[in-house]
């Protein structure tokens, strides 16, 4: 690796703690680096949120408050789709009209409601996709839709929402909303008219802890994800929002990493997630790989029953590392060395620190 000491890398400050329980276990599963995803259900009742938001809807848009003047909750139901569909789609054709979102919950079961105020759902494609799940919804003939900056708030209260997002490939002739869960729920989508409303229910159901490797993209800005949007257009491609809030494309999803490995080809990169992880934020080649590099390290120390492997590898790679990535070289080594009784070189130590410009802890020159 070069040394390059403006790559952005995450020390994690817990990493001692993490080599005690990897030498305390053996072979044991640890967490991974990342931010993982919560699995804490919230119970607070969403019913004032969903007022407000109709609220919202009204102040904002007369012709939507007229619209739902005397009507009945849903409407007439048109088609309902099976769960977790990967692909609906209906509605009429409609010209710039103003969809509008509220949130309603009945204990686990939660719903969101796109209404379009007029007789009939305006023209939509729902796309459901895993890992992370999210609901993607294309509206074209839509030109806006309102309270989106309110819905976002459902994070707040919804026991399976993360986020609710306008992706930025939207224009003004077809706007792309996203639904973004945290916690698993099935997605049952059902369509209604008088007044037409496309009506997304989640529901409980089992955690999913599989894990992908995922072909995408490095991390973009919305201005520049249009441009590369567009690279894959009709391609069964995503987008996605990473966890610095810019988005990537992802290509395609593989179970093996070997298999996303040979697809890679021009600046793709692999990413490893599991269950509703969050994908991270990858803005440069470097990044993603002192990224790879790192997690390499970590295997290492939460496998390692000896000292001589992780010695070998701090001093093949210190060298080129950066500053960041030789902090993490060393904090590794030394969580690993605190808690091991073999007889070990720390003179051979020592030179580490040395080397990094770093003061030799006193543990190590205790041994000296």
Same mark, same amino acid.
């Given at each position: 690796?070069?040394?390059?000491?403006?790559?952005?890398?995450?020390?994690?400050?817990?990493?001692?703690?993490?080599?005690?329980?990897?030498?305390?276990?053996? $072979?044991?599963?640890?967490?991974?680096?990342?931010?993982?995803?919560?699995?804490?259900?919230?119970?607070?009742?969403?019913?004032?949120?969903?007022?407000?938001?109709?609220?919202?809807?009204?102040?904002?848009?007369?012709?939507? +408050?007229?619209?739902?003047?005397?009507?009945?909750?849903?409407?007439?139901?048109?088609?309902?789709?099976?769960?977790?569909?990967?692909?609906?789609?209906?509605?009429?054709?409609?010209?710039?009209?103003?969809?509008?979102?509220?949130?309603?919950?009945?204990?686990?079961?939660?719903?969101?409601?796109?209404?379009?105020?007029? +007789?009939?759902?305006?023209?939509?494609?729902?796309?459901?996709?895993?890992? *992370? $799940?999210?609901?993607?919804?294309?509206?074209?003939?839509?030109?806006?839709?309102?309270?989106?900056?309110?819905?976002?708030?459902?994070?707040?209260?919804?026991?399976?929402?993360?986020?609710?997002?306008?992706? *930025?490939?939207?224009?003004?002739?077809?706007?792309?909303?996203?639904?973004?869960?945290?916690?698993?729920?099935?997605?049952?989508?059902?369509?209604?008219?008088?007044?037409?409303?496309?009506?997304?229910?989640?529901?409980?159901?089992?955690?999913?802890?599989?894990?992908?490797?995922?072909?995408?993209?490095?991390?973009?800005?919305?201005?520049?994800?249009?441009?590369?949007?567009?690279?894959?257009?009709?391609?069964?491609?995503?987008?996605?929002?990473?966890?610095?809030?810019?988005?990537?494309?992802?290509?395609?999803?593989?179970?093996?990493?070997?298999?996303?490995?040979?697809?890679?080809?021009?600046?793709?990169?692999?990413?490893?997630?599991?269950?509703?992880?969050?994908?991270?934020?990858?803005?440069?080649?470097?990044?993603?790989?002192?990224?790879?590099?790192?997690?390499?390290?970590?295997?290492?120390?939460?496998?390692?029953?000896?000292? @001589?492997?992780?010695?070998?590898?701090?001093?093949?790679?210190?060298?080129?590392?950066?500053?960041?990535?030789? @902090?993490?070289?060393?904090?590794?080594?030394?969580?690993?060395?605190?808690?091991?009784?073999?007889?070990?070189?720390?003179?051979?130590?020592?030179?580490?620190?040395?080397?990094?410009?770093?003061?030799?802890?006193?543990?190590?020159?205790?041994?000296?």
């Amino acid at each position: 690796m070069k040394p390059n000491p403006h790559i952005p890398v995450d020390i994690p400050s817990n990493l001692d703690e993490v080599v005690q329980r990897g030498i305390a276990q053996g $072979k044991s599963v640890v967490a991974h680096r990342r931010r993982v995803m919560r699995i804490v259900r919230r119970s607070t009742c969403s019913f004032l949120l969903a007022v407000g938001l109709l609220i919202g809807c009204i102040n904002l848009s007369p012709a939507f +408050a007229a619209a739902i003047e005397d009507v009945p909750l849903l409407g007439q139901l048109v088609q309902i789709f099976g769960k977790n569909q990967p692909v609906v789609e209906g509605g009429v054709v409609s010209n710039g009209g103003e969809a509008a979102v509220t949130m309603e919950r009945d204990g686990d079961i939660e719903q969101m409601r796109l209404d379009f105020g007029q +007789a009939a759902a305006a023209l939509y494609k729902a796309e459901f996709s895993s890992y *992370p $799940k999210t609901i993607t919804i294309t509206l074209p003939g839509t030109a806006s839709i309102a309270v989106l900056s309110e819905i976002t708030r459902a994070q707040d209260t919804s026991q399976y929402i993360k986020s609710v997002y306008e992706l *930025p490939i939207s224009t003004s002739e077809a706007v792309a909303l996203q639904l973004e869960l945290e916690n698993d729920a099935d997605v049952q989508m059902e369509e209604y008219s008088n007044p037409g409303s496309l009506v997304i229910r989640l529901l409980p159901t089992d955690i999913q802890m599989d894990t992908i490797y995922s072909l995408r993209t490095l991390s973009y800005a919305g201005q520049e994800i249009r441009e590369i949007a567009e690279q894959y257009a009709g391609w069964d491609s995503r987008i996605l929002q990473d966890d610095s809030g810019k988005f990537f494309v992802e290509r395609a999803q593989y179970h093996t990493r070997e298999a996303a490995a040979a697809a890679v080809s021009g600046d793709l990169i692999v990413e490893k997630r599991t269950g509703n992880e969050v994908p991270a934020c990858f803005e440069s080649m470097e990044q993603y790989e002192s990224d790879q590099f790192l997690n390499e390290y970590y295997q290492l120390l939460i496998s390692s029953f000896s000292a @001589d492997p992780i010695l070998d590898f701090v001093e093949e790679h210190l060298p080129g590392a950066s500053p960041a990535e030789q @902090d993490v070289l060393l904090t590794g080594l030394y969580g690993f060395i605190q808690n091991t009784d073999e007889e070990l070189d720390w003179n051979r130590i020592a030179s580490f620190y040395q080397a990094a410009h770093q003061d030799v802890p006193e543990y190590v020159q205790q041994h000296l």
